[in-house]
């Protein structure tokens, strides 16, 4: 960095012909200017000018220099520019993890508005379960869902709570009839996550209900995609996020069984990474999912 103040003195200085002119150029006091005009002297072994008390003159060495040192100076300087107007523009690659409970959820269509405004971003999406870490993994954002773990290098804004909802298509309880409770399901059967990847919340939920994960009268998959397809053809009563099944609730695709069951909720939050510097795109976005998304 002093190397470079040294060029940006000696250009000044070159251009102005006077060593108090490039001081009040640069914002520098005089005696920083000739402090590093002498040192640039020093580092070359080479004498850039002629010294006076009348006047101050450019050597030969001094006019070689000049243009080399601008073209220098011009590099950087167009470097910088460029590096601004990337960070600036809204393009490029964003990179987001999400649970697999939310694969059809209202994260996608917001996803999609984004992408109506800025069609020059790209998406790489991964689904898990696990949080990862966003700076070992280059991730810019993860939806997540539930209680999070303390964490002091993100940041966490809530988006909105979220609930389970029980739901069937019509034809299945026209064919079984609705169920009065869970306890009681008469010829219907749930479909439920296996054990292991069920959520600590549903365990104890369902034990409260007196339900059984292991109960002959259920249907078990082991990824919340198996459930939704489950329940859309038939196999029985699911349940899943309200935000993944709202459409189909509101169209009559699906139908809510126990609508006025306290079912577990869990609060969606989009995680970044805790840093001062976020690219036009990263800021963009998040503002995106606040907008879009956003009930608090």
């Excluded at 971003?121 to 280059?138: A, K, Q």
């Excluded at 509101?250 to 809510?256: A, K, L, P, Y």
Aim: with cysteine; charged share 25%.
């Amino acid at each position: 960095m002093s190397k470079f103040n040294n060029y940006l003195a000696f250009v000044a200085v070159a251009e102005t012909g006077s060593v108090v002119e490039a001081a009040s150029r640069l914002n520098y006091s005089v005696p920083a200017v000739s402090k590093q005009l002498s040192q640039l002297e020093l580092d070359l072994q080479v004498q850039l000018f002629h010294r006076s008390h009348k006047k101050l003159e450019i050597t030969d060495a001094g006019k070689l220099f000049y243009p080399k040192c601008k073209s220098i100076l011009s590099s950087v300087s167009y470097a910088e520019d460029e590096v601004l107007a990337e960070h600036d523009a809204v393009k490029g690659t964003i990179s987001i993890t999400l649970s697999k409970a939310l694969c059809r959820s209202l994260v996608f269509e917001a996803i999609s508005l984004f992408i109506d405004k800025y069609p020059q971003i790209n998406f790489n999406i991964r689904f898990s379960d696990h949080l990862e870490d966003l700076h070992d993994e280059n991730i810019d954002f993860a939806f997540r869902l539930g209680k999070l773990e303390d964490n002091s290098h993100m940041i966490a804004m809530p988006i909105m709570d979220t609930q389970l909802v029980a739901c069937a298509t019509p034809n299945y309880l026209n064919k079984n009839g609705k169920p009065k409770s869970l306890s009681d399901l008469g010829d219907t059967k749930l479909i439920l996550m296996s054990p292991l990847n069920a959520s600590e919340q549903l365990r104890a939920f369902l034990n409260k209900e007196k339900v059984s994960l292991r109960n002959s009268t259920a249907h078990i998959c082991n990824d919340i995609e198996g459930v939704y397809q489950s329940v859309k053809v038939g196999l029985g009563i699911g349940m899943m996020l309200n935000i993944s099944v709202q459409k189909e609730i509101n169209e009559g695709t699906f139908i809510s069984v126990f609508p006025k069951k306290n079912f577990p909720r869990k609060r969606l939050y989009l995680l970044s990474k805790k840093s001062q510097w976020q690219s036009q795109k990263q800021r963009m976005f998040k503002s995106h999912i606040k907008e879009t998304l956003c009930l608090f």
